[in-house]
């Protein structure tokens, strides 16, 4: 038992490590433009890939997890993959690259190709190590509490440990300007601590795969509805594989009703004892169907995402142009970090309590409209203030010296900060309200990280979005707002178009929330008798038809 304990510590180790990773990536958008020399749109384009990659993987790790590997396994290999790619990421700086070489400097012309393909290999490395982590670590973690009698000591260190080692990389990490030393001390600490955790995997409890995975039952309810298009409904709800489980009756909801056929026994056709491509359950046919009814709420929040893609690229080349002191004092970058970080955990937990005091079907979409709310003031804060470092910088003379910093605060940028984290904390925490009252146990995870997805979906399309705006910004000869430097570009006018596409989006989710039927989650599409021959639920046979969490 003592073992299991201590074990909680070397897992917790794969935290401390994730903090100081996050503290230098965070001004990676600096490193590419400074030292590798890319254009603003370049570096940003980079960056909101890797951001996207690794909301989107989690998806895929969780269906390994629940299909053939298990918690453990898989976060053993995606620690792995996170040690070998921050290192990747250190080793690819100029000092250490050319470590043979003359060329030693932090300049564009000592980056090669080499350096810049070790970088994205160590980028694409590290996306799947965090992409792991989200599924993997803190479960595996709850997991491991859960299992024990109460809070042990162990249990303290470890998470007073994140706490040190958060605030100590707070103050340090961002002092340290040597890239090679600010990539190269998270480095170690990486391998460090997946080292520790390596070291206790004997004494480790793994929790074997189910082998079942409801993002598998999904498609095989579309593949079997798609066989069977031409059958003609059932008279009897008897006629449905698996609408009887004990003493509980599931019942076809009137919504999407072509997912229907794939739960028809047909004439001679027995029921399968395993998984079957060809016929499936009326509680799995319903699973699909709450996931399928999900998808216009879902495309709402790839918005969100372009909004927060900002916040991790061009705010931060902001930022690094400002004045940071404070007296004789100068600080970092991370503080801005730290603001968005500590207002979405903050904020975050007086939302989830606030949506559990009360329970009503709405409370979390008004708690994913306040998210939208909070992008469309990020936006306008953010345009205002870059309105206003352009001005500055003009009446200055720094137009075309992009590496010198104006006389203006950083601290201008601390509001829109704050409010990027008040988006996530708002849509975060909503929305996993809302799936675990409106969905099922079995798929709520995966939609959660479907959501996680979406939001990366975003971070894509902002390049996207960056592209369709520069070329409509230079038409009729027109300057595109986007140029090679900051200094040059128009990023305020970019910013007002997030705002409009921000408002508008809202009203598109106001709109298709306005149109949602909500239900509890034990109400939808199952009917369980009682003595009398009635329904515990309050509805019978006239009632078959009777719609759940759905568009109608």
């Not at 029921?271 to 879902?298: D, F, H, N, Y």
Request: with cysteine; aromatic share 12%; charged share 15%.
């Amino acid at each position: 038992m003592a073992d299991e304990k201590k074990s909680f510590v070397r897992i917790s180790a794969l935290l401390w490590a994730d903090v100081l990773v996050a503290y230098a990536l965070f001004v990676m958008q600096n490193y590419l433009t400074d030292v590798w020399g890319l254009s603003l749109i370049h570096a940003a384009l980079i960056l909101n890939i890797w951001n996207g990659v690794y909301r989107i993987l989690p998806l895929f790790f969780l269906y390994l997890v629940d299909k053939y590997l298990g918690y453990l396994n898989l976060l053993v290999f995606t620690s792995l993959a996170y040690a070998a790619g921050i290192t990747m990421v250190a080793v690819s700086t100029p000092p250490l690259a050319n470590a043979s070489g003359t060329c030693k400097r932090y300049e564009p012309e000592c980056v090669g190709r080499t350096q810049k393909g070790i970088l994205i290999a160590g980028l694409a490395l590290i996306a799947v190590g965090v992409a792991g982590n989200l599924v993997s670590l803190l479960p595996y973690l709850n997991l491991k509490k859960s299992s024990g009698q109460g809070v042990n000591i162990y249990q303290i260190i470890g998470l007073f440990g994140v706490v040190v080692v958060s605030i100590a990389g707070a103050i340090a990490l961002p002092y340290i300007r040597p890239p090679t030393l600010k990539f190269g001390i998270p480095a170690i600490c990486t391998v460090v601590g997946t080292f520790l955790f390596l070291t206790g995997f004997s004494k480790y409890t793994n929790d074997p795969p189910s082998h079942d995975s409801p993002l598998f039952n999904v498609f095989r309810v579309f593949v079997a509805a798609s066989l069977k298009i031409f059958r003609s409904y059932p008279v009897s709800n008897k006629d449905y594989h698996g609408h009887v489980i004990g003493k509980t009756e599931f019942t076809t909801t009137r919504c999407l009703g072509g997912l229907h056929k794939a739960a028809i026994i047909l004439p001679g056709e027995d029921p399968p004892t395993g998984k079957s491509w060809t016929l499936c359950t009326v509680e799995q046919v319903e699973e699909a169907k709450i996931a399928v009814r999900m998808v216009p709420m879902w495309m709402t929040f790839i918005v969100c995402g372009v909004v927060a893609a900002i916040g991790d690229t061009y705010f931060v080349e902001q930022a690094s142009k400002l004045n940071r002191n404070i007296g004789r004092l100068k600080l970092p970058i991370q503080v801005l970090l730290l603001a968005r970080r500590s207002t979405k955990d903050w904020l975050g937990g007086k939302v989830t309590k606030l949506l559990e005091e009360f329970r009503t079907d709405l409370a979390p979409s008004f708690g994913i409209a306040a998210g939208m709310l909070c992008s469309i003031l990020c936006c306008i804060s953010a345009a205002l203030v870059e309105r206003k470092r352009l001005n500055v910088m003009r009446s200055d003379g720094l137009l075309d010296q992009p590496d010198e910093q104006i006389k203006m605060s950083i601290y201008w940028l601390v509001f829109q900060f704050v409010l990027l984290g008040g988006l996530e904390a708002f849509l975060e925490n909503s929305v996993s309200v809302y799936y675990r009252d409106q969905s099922p146990g079995s798929v709520a995870n995966y939609l959660v990280n479907f959501i996680r997805g979406v939001t990366g979906l975003g971070y894509m399309c902002s390049a996207l979005s960056v592209y369709v705006v520069g070329k409509i910004s230079e038409k009729g000869g027109r300057k595109n707002w986007f140029q090679h430097t900051l200094n040059r570009s128009r990023l305020d006018r970019y910013y007002w178009v997030l705002a409009g596409l921000s408002l508008v989006n809202m009203v598109v989710f106001v709109f298709v929330a306005s149109f949602y039927r909500y239900k509890k989650p034990e109400e939808c599409g199952r009917r369980t008798p009682d003595a009398g021959g009635g329904y515990t639920d309050g509805y019978n046979e006239g009632d078959q038809n009777r719609s759940c969490c759905c568009f109608c």
